[in-house]
């Protein structure tokens, strides 16, 4: 039981560390993309000053509409007041987008949380990747999930709604059947042994044509 019990831990350790660094690699280079765009700032006056004094009005005009698509691109990034949060949610939603879902995110938590930055990268993480999972079975144009994170009272409360292809999905035991084999319910058992050391509360609803995942987690 004790060799069982070590390697398993050795295996979280290793998946959590390697989510982490991931979802760091990841929003360290949108925060690259947003400092490089205020380093060329000047840059675009001056162009756009050049033209000006040549008095070429429709050169300022595409000018102006490429900088409005460069800016919609900065200002898609998440900033929840909490960093590694922030880190998790754009890494995640940079990978969704690429697999064109539509993501809708309201989030806005402390700086400083008391659940480890381990525990809550791995109940977003595994929430994101399920209801990207879900997704990909729909046609593109109903793609969607909606994150929602705020503190109540003292309360961090998440949650994550999917679009599904319209049955309900089976409950096997406290747990939702998994299609994606062996890997996607360690995901889930993570996300419910972390609420239940944490004292919190978790409730998933299959209802027909969407999937709710809410967690409460206890901040004091």
Same mark, same amino acid.
């Given at each position: 039981?004790?060799?069982?019990?070590?390697?398993?831990?050795?295996?979280?350790?290793?998946?959590?560390?390697?989510?982490?660094?991931?979802?760091?690699?990841?929003?360290?280079?949108?925060?690259?993309?947003?400092?490089?765009?205020?380093?060329?700032?000047?840059?675009?006056?001056?162009?756009?000053?050049?033209?000006?004094?040549?008095?070429?009005?429709?050169?300022?005009?595409?000018?102006l509409?490429?900088?409005?698509?460069?800016?919609?691109?900065?200002?898609?990034?998440?900033?929840?007041?909490?960093?590694?949060?922030?880190?998790?949610?754009?890494?995640?939603?940079?990978?969704?987008?690429?697999?064109?879902?539509?993501?809708?995110?309201?989030?806005?938590?402390?700086?400083?949380?008391?659940?480890? *930055?381990?525990?809550?990268?791995? +109940?977003?993480? /595994?929430?994101? &990747?399920? =209801?990207?999972?879900?997704?990909?079975? @729909? $046609?593109?144009?109903?793609?969607?999930?909606?994150?929602?994170?705020?503190?109540?009272?003292?309360?961090?409360?998440?949650?994550?709604?999917?679009?599904?292809?319209?049955?309900?999905?089976?409950?096997?035991?406290?747990?939702?059947?998994?299609?994606?084999?062996?890997?996607?319910g360690?995901?889930?058992?993570?996300?419910?042994?972390?609420? *239940?050391?944490?004292?919190?509360? +978790?409730?998933? /609803?299959?209802? &027909?044509? =969407?999937?709710?995942?809410?967690?409460? @987690? $206890?901040?004091?």
């Amino acid at each position: 039981m004790g060799f069982f019990s070590k390697n398993l831990d050795k295996k979280i350790s290793s998946y959590q560390q390697e989510l982490i660094e991931t979802h760091y690699r990841e929003v360290d280079n949108m925060y690259r993309q947003i400092r490089g765009w205020r380093h060329d700032y000047r840059n675009h006056i001056q162009t756009m000053k050049a033209y000006a004094a040549a008095e070429d009005w429709d050169a300022i005009k595409r000018y102006l509409d490429l900088l409005d698509d460069d800016l919609t691109t900065v200002d898609t990034v998440i900033k929840t007041g909490n960093p590694m949060t922030d880190a998790i949610l754009n890494s995640k939603i940079s990978l969704a987008k690429s697999k064109n879902i539509q993501v809708i995110a309201d989030a806005d938590i402390p700086l400083t949380l008391k659940s480890s *930055e381990i525990d809550l990268c791995c +109940i977003i993480g /595994n929430l994101f &990747d399920n =209801a990207i999972e879900a997704s990909l079975k @729909l $046609p593109e144009d109903r793609r969607m999930i909606r994150v929602y994170m705020d503190m109540r009272n003292t309360q961090l409360y998440i949650s994550f709604t999917n679009l599904t292809a319209g049955k309900k999905l089976k409950k096997e035991g406290k747990l939702f059947r998994s299609t994606k084999g062996k890997g996607h319910g360690f995901g889930l058992i993570r996300i419910d042994a972390i609420v *239940e050391r944490l004292d919190g509360y +978790i409730s998933c /609803n299959s209802e &027909d044509g =969407a999937f709710t995942t809410e967690i409460l @987690l $206890p901040q004091v």
